[in-house]
């Protein structure tokens, strides 16, 4: 047997980490500015994380829902206090795509209804729903096609004024849209989809998987637009590398026995890492170090030329150049040794570090980036010759 092969790799084989630094299995060194997609929130093998994963695991890691978990209560109280939304629940599963879908569950057996609104570009995963949700008709099956999803443009207030009515079951926003290339919905859009979706007895629903923990400065990034969405899903950030994910629910959304389910959501060693991801985050006050180093990068990368536009709050930052960028991230990864993300708009990379990054990390990033732009420059100058 081998790996079913649907995966775009880098022949690069990753034995170690710890922070913001990668090593392969000849011993040379990476810097990782992409986290794995935005996995890794409080650095690489943080060592407050190893201890409490390996103490539990030494206890018990795995027991099914139908006993007491008594972790899944200080998971809720703390990233309740820590979010600011103390009075929701939180459903916890495996997967950003699994926390959307029982999102869309959630908000169809609270109203009934059917019809979905996402946006133009939009990404929240692979499975049934979720991926009828996303703006990429290349990966969906024929199985997903669904009537039930119509995509808007982002941040066209109008548009979706006109297209609200009685109808719609949820509209659902990524806090900032991330595999898109970080496009950020306004603020004033954010505060119509609240207001519609209250004003037609629909569910909103912010998909924070990618922008939430911390990322943007805020705990999550829809908060920067003073929201309060019905449901809010979370994901990567959440575990730095261990599988869990959930939905933050409102209060006006009661729990029925046997609504929704899953046999791994919320095991004893899920909820052990995402614990220890709280309170490192909170510990290290890593928030206030994400907007820090989030505006660092931004004025350092402003002094680079040759880059079209930079988009970004915190540190969730697409760097925009004139034509497709797949050639300075090879450049950046093979000359440089910096890992950096793709995303749909080819145009566009994506920056998604650890939360603990130093000024000292951005230096060397925009440092190398430098390089690979004037690499790039000589390049066409050659060629053309
Ligand atoms: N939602 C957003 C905004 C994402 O960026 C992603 C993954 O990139 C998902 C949902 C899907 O998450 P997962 O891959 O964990 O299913």
Not at 238 to 252: D, K, R, T
Not at 366 to 371: E, G, R
């Amino acid at each position: 047997m081998k790996p079913y092969d649907v995966y775009s790799i880098f022949d690069i084989e990753i034995v170690k980490a710890s922070g913001i630094t990668l090593w392969d299995k000849n011993g040379h060194a990476y810097l990782d500015l992409y986290g794995g997609h935005a996995v890794i929130s409080i650095g690489h093998g943080h060592p407050d994380y190893i201890a409490a994963i390996g103490n539990q695991l030494e206890k018990i890691g795995f027991y099914s829902n139908s006993v007491k978990i008594n972790l899944q209560d200080e998971l809720a109280e703390k990233l309740g206090e820590m979010s600011g939304y103390p009075d929701y629940d939180i459903f916890l599963c495996n997967s950003g795509a699994e926390a959307n879908e029982n999102a869309f569950k959630l908000a169809s057996f609270y109203n009934g209804r059917k019809k979905i609104i996402a946006f133009n570009n939009s990404f929240h995963g692979r499975t049934s729903l979720a991926v009828a949700a996303t703006d990429n008709q290349g990966i969906a099956a024929p199985v997903n096609k669904t009537e039930h999803v119509c995509f808007l443009p982002l941040n066209d207030c109008e548009l979706l004024e006109k297209t609200m009515d009685e109808s719609v079951c949820a509209v659902i926003v990524e806090g900032i849209q991330g595999v898109a290339g970080v496009n950020i919905p306004s603020a004033p859009f954010l505060k119509q989809i609240e207001n519609l979706c209250h004003k037609y007895g629909a569910i909103m629903i912010l998909d924070e998987v990618q922008s939430g923990y911390g990322r943007s400065g805020k705990f999550f990034a829809h908060q920067w637009a003073d929201v309060k969405p019905h449901l809010i899903t979370v994901a990567k950030g959440m575990g730095n590398g261990f599988p869990v994910a959930g939905i933050l629910i409102c209060p006006q959304l009661p729990a029925k026995k046997e609504m929704l389910g899953t046999t791994f959501g919320g095991n004893y060693l899920a909820c052990a890492a995402a614990i220890s991801v709280l309170d490192v985050i909170k510990k290290e006050d890593l928030i206030s170090n994400a907007l820090r180093m989030g505006d660092y990068l931004t004025s350092s990368l402003q002094t680079v030329p040759g880059i079209k536009e930079i988009r970004g709050v915190g540190l969730m930052t697409g760097i925009e150049f004139d034509e497709p960028c797949s050639e300075i991230r090879k450049e950046l990864l093979f000359r440089h040794s910096v890992f950096t993300g793709s995303s749909s708009n080819k145009n566009t990379i994506r920056i998604l570090p650890s939360l603990t990054i130093t000024k000292a990390g951005i230096d060397m990033f925009v440092t190398a980036l430098k390089s690979s732009l004037v690499s790039k420059k000589n390049e066409i100058l050659y060629n053309s010759k």
